[in-house]
């Protein structure tokens, strides 16, 4: 409570700052509402993905569009959390009014996010999350339910293989130690044990969700355990499943009939390869969410408390779902 109404004055106070700063400051960025629009600062994990570039511009977009926002200070990180603690550094000596911070993984942020704290400017997780000991440093965290993503595979891999005797499973993780790698995997398996599958985890490797990362990861799955005893090939993102079906049909086998596939995302990419039969299953994880982030930092800088995790609505897609849907995706 206390602290709340702290963040509160803090982000009040910094209203002045920012108004001094943006008369006479050096950014490019459009200084028209100098004075009575926030300054926003947005530390991105990169672009590795098109679920990434599609959150960057959809944050971007709603920045530029929303009268209330003065600047949005876009730092693309470059997956590499140095860079990340950098910007939010930057930020805070900039004295902008509210950090949104897209945490690349989930530990080793106490320190600066404690500096934040100190200097009163409220800080808004998107997308990633952090571990749970520093959840005080942060006010709220935007972003999708890793870990019911990883639950929704886990049903569909559940119900596709209940018949067999035991399921043989590849998994291409995501970027080591960020919070849709871990929260994928843990809701993935809760299900397939607490359901009983009885299932063989063959190999499980990290492709730092990238195409080329998921597409070597399966070349070495594939040399050192060949494919003709693999049934599933569980995705942590589009780009890995993407790269790794390119591997699986250059050692001329056919993705999704000899190897079964799940990817999460729902890009229209991951869309087009399910329509051609490659991917036998989509979670979805929705990374256009700018509209409901400007809101956010909005109430977050005249200090509103709220929960401390807002979930974003995504849904799954089955064969069935796959051509009607492709027209709709958005990115
Ligand atoms: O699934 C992946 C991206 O953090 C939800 O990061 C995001 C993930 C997304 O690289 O494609």
Request: proline share 2%; net charge negative.
């Amino acid at each position: 409570m206390l602290k709340k109404a702290l963040a509160g004055i803090g982000a009040g106070a910094l209203l002045l700052g920012a108004a001094a700063c943006g008369s006479g400051d050096d950014s490019s960025g459009d200084d028209s509402g100098s004075g009575d629009g926030l300054v926003v600062g947005f530390a991105q994990v990169g672009a590795e993905s098109a679920w990434r570039t599609a959150n960057s511009d959809s944050v971007q977009a709603s920045a530029e569009a929303d009268d209330r926002i003065a600047d949005l200070q876009f730092v693309d990180a470059q997956q590499d959390q140095e860079k990340q603690i950098e910007a939010v550094r930057n930020f805070i000596t900039q004295r902008v009014d509210v950090i949104v911070l897209a945490p690349v993984v989930e530990t080793g942020w106490t320190d600066i996010l404690g500096e934040a704290e100190q200097a009163g400017i409220p800080v808004i997780l998107a997308d990633r999350g952090i571990e749970q000991a520093d959840e005080d440093l942060y006010v709220t965290r935007l972003g999708s339910d890793f870990v019911e993503e990883g639950r929704k595979a886990g049903q569909w891999t559940v119900e596709t293989f209940a018949d067999d005797d035991s399921t043989r499973i590849l998994e291409l993780e995501g970027t080591v130690g960020s919070a849709p790698a871990n929260d994928r995997k843990t809701g993935f398996y809760e299900i397939l044990d607490s359901e009983g599958l009885s299932y063989d985890l063959v190999d499980s490797q990290s492709g730092d969700f990238t195409a080329e990362g998921g597409k070597s990861v399966m070349e070495t799955f594939i040399s050192t355990h060949g494919l003709d005893d693999i049934d599933l090939l569980y995705a942590h993102n589009d780009e890995m499943g993407l790269g790794a079906i390119q591997a699986i049909e250059e050692a001329g086998k056919v993705p999704g009939e000899d190897i079964q596939i799940i990817i999460v995302d729902g890009s229209k990419a991951g869309f087009e390869a399910a329509v051609d039969g490659k991917v036998n299953y989509i979670v979805e994880c929705n990374p256009v969410f700018g509209d409901q982030l400007m809101d956010l930092v909005v109430d977050v800088a005249g200090g509103e408390e709220f929960d401390k995790f807002i979930a974003v609505e995504e849904g799954v897609y089955g064969e069935a779902d796959f051509e009607a849907e492709l027209p709709n995706r958005q990115f």
